[in-house]
């Protein structure tokens, strides 16, 4: 099993190479397109026409957008990812305090939301046939139709200005110094550290954006949990269990929810990478200092070594969750594990 | 009409996710075009005296500004109205152009298979890389702001949406008796993609194209928000949620507004796409026959 899994999440890397390698592309290509000077945006003001050729031959902009695109690639396998026009500091630091905020806020969101949706589908499957199915149904309808951006934008309006229950900026309180970071991630940095406070700062801070997150996850999930929860139920094993007496309260938590377990978990994997997507605006409204922020700042500043490699850096994250939900998949699977 | 078609309109007439969806749909269809007729101030008009009103059954409100008005003092209603038209100018044309760029790359990828589905599937795969908020961000960068670009962008990215789902169907569709059936009559490749292919993946396609638009109205009240789609003289959605929220803790309501706006028509399109995607789908219908 161990063995198989690891095969599989070797060959997922190494296929994964050739689609990095074309988006890092695309994304290179787009970026020469931008109509903005990044040498003038580099220079300090008052700079000579000299200096400019200099900056421009030091920056590798002579050169044609082939040797361009191998100059970048290469710096990029070297550990070298270039310096923030705006921020005057190297892009990999920036990357480097940014992403593991945003991962913290995925791994949160994916749990609440598949948690939610898991309880959501088992109560629906359990209603099934009735008014209460029909009025969670027109529920997750009403709840789909509300992108995660302005879920945002609600929960600050009820629960951190009309109710000022919940703090809605940035990921701590002004008054809570930060311990020393030992991963970066702030959370397991402050159980590492002992620090309670920055612990319970934090979590209070990623409430309102998890739910944000999470909360169009659970529909989809209730959704084909429940059809396939009743896929299942028709099946002859189960009409055998039913026979030899098992309860249908076990029947449903021992036998049908494995089978079930399957789609739910690849309808994760795609919801996962596009839940990397949904963070950008639900980061920039909570003031939340992850990659998201990062990238619109970049964007409105014409911040093009930043954008180039964070957008890469979103790829890689989709890419990664796809792959460790196919790992998982093949755990759950009983039918692939033989193979 | 053919007996089946007639069927199947009765079929959507019959379903009240259509019946509810459409209606809403056409409400602000009418809102948005009769903007110039319904709005009562014009959207840009600055009223500095009356900044921040309340909507008029509110204590302090003015009943010459029916929703009250935003820090600049210009009536909401107005802005509401109007922005309708941006939402859906955008939800339109960018979902026509993703349909029509990823049907036909499906129906060639799907018929054809070979080098012409291994290129186009690896295309597909490239772009499934991208969070579509980067891809649209990126694109933005590249082709400058503006709301034709938002649709150009839109187009650029959700084509894979449909290309993804169709080109599994028209797969099997392919396969088909009638099909090979046709091709042996004579029928040339385009005649039998558009005259026997295409129908049968059609509902597929026409479910897709309404959840589209409601993802189009999405991307572009995201991207007027962070100020990346119109110019900054047009009322969009979501323009006048970026003004309210800088707002928000004088005058609430601003923000519940356009909040209520693009849920109400992203609801509509999601309606009217499943209940087609109930009401079209033959092996559905047939499915609800035999239970």
């Keep these: ?85 705006f921020f005057r500091r190297p892009v990999i630091d920036l990357v480097a305090t940014a992403l593991p905020a945003t991962v913290e806020l995925v791994v949160f969101s994916l749990i609440v939301g598949t948690l939610l949706g898991i309880g959501g589908g088992m109560l629906m499957f359990a209603w099934r046939g009735t008014i209460g199915e029909q009025v969670l ?12 951006f302005l879920w945002a934008i609600l929960l600050i309006l009820f629960l951190g200005v009309a109710v000022p229950l919940l703090p809605f900026i940035g990921r701590l309180d002004p008054s809570v110094s930060l311990p020393p970071s030992v991963t970066g991630f702030l959370l397991l940095d402050s159980i590492m550290t002992g620090r309670p406070d920055v612990l319970g700062s934090a979590l209070t801070h990623m409430v309102l954006p998890v739910i944000a997150l999470s909360i169009g996850l659970a529909p989809l999930i209730m959704r084909v949990l429940r059809s396939s929860l009743i896929e299942t139920i028709m099946e002859d094993y189960i009409t055998q269990a039913r026979l030899r007496g098992i309860s249908e309260r076990q029947i449903i938590l021992h036998h049908a929810l494995k089978n079930a377990a399957l789609p739910t978990i690849s309808l994760i994997g795609v919801q996962g990478g596009f839940m990397f997507g949904g963070t950008v605006l639900v980061e920039m409204i909570f003031a939340y200092p992850g990659l998201g922020n990062l990238m619109v700042d970049a964007v409105r500043n014409h911040d093009l070594p930043v954008v180039q490699v964070v957008g890469l850096v979103y790829c890689v994250l989709v890419l990664a969750i796809n792959a460790i939900v196919d790992v998982i998949y093949l755990a759950a699977n009983p039918k692939l594990r033989m193979a | 009409m053919t007996p089946h078609g007639r069927q199947a309109l009765e079929r959507c007439l019959h379903s009240p996710r259509i019946l509810v969806g459409g209606i809403i749909l056409i409400l602000i269809v009418i809102a948005s075009l009769g903007a110039p007729i319904f709005a009562p101030h014009d959207p840009q008009e600055q009223d500095l005296i009356n900044t921040l009103l309340p909507p008029m059954w509110q204590a302090g409100g003015d009943p010459s500004y029916p929703l009250g008005t935003d820090g600049l003092g210009r009536c909401i209603l107005s802005r509401l109205l109007y922005g309708g038209r941006v939402a859906l100018y955008v939800a339109a044309l960018s979902s026509l152009g993703a349909m029509l760029l990823g049907t036909v790359l499906a129906l060639l990828a799907g018929y054809f298979r070979g080098p012409v589905d291994w290129l186009i599937s690896r295309i597909v795969e490239i772009w499934m890389a991208f969070p579509p908020v980067i891809l649209t961000l990126l694109l933005l960068l590249a082709l400058g702001a503006g709301v034709n670009k938002v649709v150009l962008a839109i187009v650029l990215i959700d084509w894979t949406r449909f290309c993804r789902v169709i080109r599994s169907d028209v797969m099997v569709v392919a396969r088909k008796d009638y099909v090979a059936a046709a091709r042996l009559v004579g029928f040339s490749h385009v005649r039998t993609l558009l005259r026997e292919v295409l129908p049968a993946v059609a509902p597929l396609v026409l479910t897709m194209l309404s959840l589209e638009a409601g993802i189009a109205v999405v991307v ?60 079209l789908d033959p092996r559905l219908v047939t499915s609800r026959g035999r239970a």
């Design chain 1, 1 to 85: 099993m161990g063995r198989i899994a690891l095969e599989l999440l070797l060959r997922r890397i190494i296929l994964a190479i050739p689609i990095l390698i074309c988006v890092s592309a695309l994304i290179f290509i787009l970026l020469r397109l931008v109509p903005a000077d990044p040498v003038a945006m580099s220079l300090p003001p008052g700079s000579s026409q000299a200096d400019y050729e200099a900056m421009k031959q030091a920056l590798g902009l002579d050169r044609s957008i082939p040797e361009q695109y191998w100059i970048w690639i290469s710096s990029l396998l070297r550990g070298d990812f270039g310096t923030s026009v």
């Design chain 1, 137 to 148: 149904d027109l529920g997750t309808t009403a709840i789909m139709a509300v992108p995660e």
């Design chain 2, 220 to 279: 572009e009240a995201i991207m007027s928000f962070v100020g990346l789609s119109v110019e900054p003289d047009v009322p969009a959605w979501g323009v006048m949620l970026a003004d309210a929220r800088s707002t928000m803790n004088q005058a609430p309501f601003g923000v519940v507004v356009p909040v209520l706006a693009i849920f109400l028509t992203i609801l509509s399109f999601n309606l009217l796409g499943d209940g087609l995607r109930r009401a």
